[in-house]
């Protein structure tokens, strides 16, 4: 199992990137942290002991508690935020 850098996660809306409230969840910032450096949600899954269809619920969360459009720009968000690095 690969290590994580954890830390607080930020939600919000597709609002100035300074403005993303910090309200993610632990597991979704488990699972965008893998997110952004590149993992698929089958890695994802196995890194965390968890199901592809609870990754995909809990990306599927913190992508409408950011209100990004996509999980492209999701983790654009994120990433610029410095919640995760790549």
Same mark, same amino acid.
């Given at each position: 199992?690969?290590?994580?850098?954890?830390?607080?996660?930020?939600?919000?809306?597709?609002?100035?990137?300074?403005?993303?409230? #910090?309200?993610?969840?632990? +597991?979704?910032?488990?699972? =965008?942290?893998? $997110? @952004?450096?590149?993992?698929?949600?089958?890695?994802?899954?196995?890194?965390?002991?968890?199901?592809?269809?609870?990754?995909?619920?809990?990306?599927?969360?913190?992508? #409408?508690?950011?209100?990004? +459009?996509?999980?492209?720009? =999701?983790?654009? $968000? @994120?990433?610029?935020?410095?919640?995760?690095?790549?």
């Amino acid at each position: 199992m690969r290590t994580l850098e954890l830390g607080m996660a930020n939600g919000g809306s597709t609002a100035p990137v300074s403005s993303i409230p #910090r309200d993610f969840s632990r +597991r979704e910032t488990d699972c =965008l942290v893998l $997110l @952004v450096r590149g993992y698929t949600d089958e890695e994802i899954a196995s890194d965390l002991a968890i199901t592809h269809a609870t990754v995909r619920f809990h990306l599927d969360g913190a992508r #409408r508690k950011a209100g990004a +459009r996509s999980r492209t720009h =999701l983790a654009a $968000l @994120v990433v610029a935020r410095g919640v995760a690095h790549p």
